[in-house]
Nanobody, 124 residues
Framework: QVQLVESGGGSVQPGDSLRLSCAAS????????MGWFRQAPGKERENVAA????????TYADSVKGRFTISRDTAKNTVYLQMNSLQPADTAVYYC?????????????????WGQGTQVSVSS
């Protein structure tokens, strides 16, 4: 059983940056592929970034490509989402999730473990 705890959300202005963290415990972190999702009010949960267990492969949604970077630190059992050039459309609750197999972006149903989410709000 893997427990995931996100942190780093907040309220920022357009063009600002934030770094989200997701700390994992209770399992073998290095064996899991990880993903970041977001869900805005009234919208479906969207997979914006994914990273393989080794960190050697990453995939991004078109909406964040070139602005967001996913990374992981196995020594710290933590996955990160660096978000630059934030826009109001990025406003959402952000979740990290874990699954056993990396296949790029995926639907929420293929992920086994979830964090509680952290709010990101972008407005002027």
């Amino acid at each position: 059983q893997v427990q995931l705890v996100e942190s780093g959300g907040g309220s920022v202005q357009p063009g600002d940056s934030l770094r989200l963290s997701c700390a994992a415990s209770g399992g073998t972190f290095s064996s899991y592929a990880m993903g970041w999702f977001r869900q805005a009010p009234g919208k479906e949960r969207e997979n914006v970034a994914a990273i393989s267990w080794s960190g050697g492969s990453t995939t991004y949604a078109d909406s964040v490509k070139g602005r967001f970077t996913i990374s992981r630190d196995t020594a710290k059992n933590t996955v990160y989402l660096q978000m630059n050039s934030l826009q109001p459309a990025d406003t959402a609750v952000y979740y990290c999730a874990a699954k056993s197999t990396y296949r790029g972006l995926g639907s929420p149903g293929v992920y086994s473990y979830w964090g509680q989410g952290t709010q990101v709000s972008v407005s002027s």
